[in-house]
């Protein structure tokens, strides 16, 4: 499977805190996309980082890509408790299946106010 | 531009009853999506529609059918309900770029 790994399975912060979260994938990757979901509902796309970048930053998102390691990580910080919510990696497919998305098994991050 | 719509958004089946569920992307987006979301499973590609055809599809059995129409809206269909058909049902649309945009999903129930 193709299907990447997320860690920590959950966390537990309190808000104003860092939280970071981890992702592992098995295949070569054009590129890595961390989507947000909020408790069962639509995912909401993040941050995408194509695999000649190593860094990239939005807002209070920081993704870092390390091809050789197949691995990911994304920091958030100053969390708020709207910060709540299952966050996931997701990477492509090959060839013309590139526009399939396999998805992480997903960090559950919580925010204590 | 409105966001990517899914109707219904909860369902209620029995076993071996049929389900259609519907996904109207953005406009301009003519590619989409369909993904499966278990808890067991997590997140699973059903398949890709672009002008009109079917371009990939996952690993599911064939009770699982999606079909695109002129106006880029899809539909996917799963024939003769079972229990582990209860998920949320998500379409994402994409324009070109790598991102792709998620509706809010169909939660279906199996009973």
């Known amino acids: 499977s193709q299907q990447g790994e997320e860690d920590p399975q959950a966390l537990s912060i309190q808000e104003g805190e860092n939280a970071t979260m981890n992702c592992s994938y098995k295949?070569?990757?054009?590129?890595l996309q961390w989507y947000r979901q909020n408790s069962g509902r639509g995912l909401v796309h993040l941050i995408l980082?194509?695999?000649?970048?190593r860094e990239k930053h939005s807002g209070r998102l920081r993704v870092t890509l390390d091809t050789s390691k197949k691995s990911s990580s994304l920091l958030i910080t100053a969390s708020r408790a709207a910060d709540t919510a299952s966050y996931f990696c997701?990477?492509?497919?090959?060839?013309?299946?590139?526009?399939?998305?396999?998805f992480g098994t997903g960090t559950r991050l919580t925010v204590i106010p | 531009k409105a966001g990517v719509t899914q109707t219904p958004r909860y369902l209620i089946k029995t076993r071996g009853q049929q389900v259609t569920l519907s996904c109207s992307p953005i406009?301009?987006?003519?590619?989409v999506s369909w993904y499966q979301q278990t808890p067991g499973q997590g997140l699973q590609f059903l398949f890709e529609?672009?002008?009109?055809?079917?371009?990939n599809k996952g690993n599911f059995p064939g009770r699982f059918s999606g079909r695109q129409f002129s106006n880029s809206r899809s539909e996917m269909n799963v024939s003769t309900l079972e229990l582990g058909d209860s998920a949320l049902y998500l379409c994402?649309?994409?324009?070109?770029?790598?991102?792709?945009?998620f509706g809010p999903g169909t939660r279906l129930t199996v009973l």
């Open positions: 994402a649309t994409r324009e070109g770029t790598d991102t792709q945009y």
């Open positions: 295949t070569s990757i054009n590129n």
């Open positions: 980082i194509r695999s000649n970048e």
């Open positions: 997701a990477t492509g497919g090959q060839g013309t299946g590139a526009n399939n998305l396999f």
């Open positions: 406009s301009g987006h003519r590619s």
């Open positions: 529609y672009f002008s009109e055809t079917q371009r």
